[in-house]
């Protein structure tokens, strides 16, 4: 590969982790909304039901209103789970696409950023933290059916 190749690749390969670390930083803040959501309708529960005689028995008002912010961090909780899994495989691409643009650049392992060891390839292939931004909104979906069922129940 030519000098003016190398500084093209190069050139292409800054700008895939420019959008590999864009891709990483949009998911994070679609968890942080999800956080922020789920926070806010545990507060609104906190503040419109009456818990002066324990959580149950509920009154049906107070029943209507758990169901529905039930119902609502549900729809959340699914909404961020899809967006969150496209999210880690569009990120994933992108880390496959600078990979790909690494090795154009660089056969040596200790320069790679991106690229693993082919010895560790299996161990890092997908991070732990990918593993955490998919479950965190399927916990919460379970979590607020758990408490439409005792709503229900109770």
């Known amino acids: 590969m030519s000098d ?3 500084q093209i690749v190069g ?26 959501l789920n926070g806010g309708l545990l507060a609104i529960a906190g ?5 002066t005689d324990g959580l149950m ?12 912010i039930a119902a609502l961090g549900i729809l959340t909780s699914l909404v961020f789970a899809i967006a969150l899994h496209f999210g880690a495989q569009y990120l994933l691409a992108r880390k496959a696409a600078a990979a790909r643009l690494e090795a154009c650049l660089t056969e040596e392992e200790d320069h790679w950023v991106v690229r ?23 916990v919460f979906c379970l979590a607020w059916i758990g408490l439409m069922v005792t709503a229900i129940v109770g």
Do not use: C, M
């Not at 028995?57 to 529905?68: A, E, H, K, N, V």
């Open 47 to 51: 503040f419109t039901v009456d818990f």
């Open 11 to 36: 050139q292409i390969y800054e700008r895939a982790l420019d959008l590999y670390v864009h891709e990483d930083n949009l998911n994070w803040t679609k968890l942080h909304n999800l956080l922020y």
């Open 57 to 68: 028995p509920l009154s049906p008002s107070d029943r209507t209103i758990i169901l529905g």
């Open 116 to 138: 693993t060891r082919t010895s560790h390839k299996s161990a890092l292939r997908v991070s732990p933290t990918l593993w955490l931004l998919r479950a965190t909104p399927l």
């Open 4 to 6: 003016t190749e190398k």
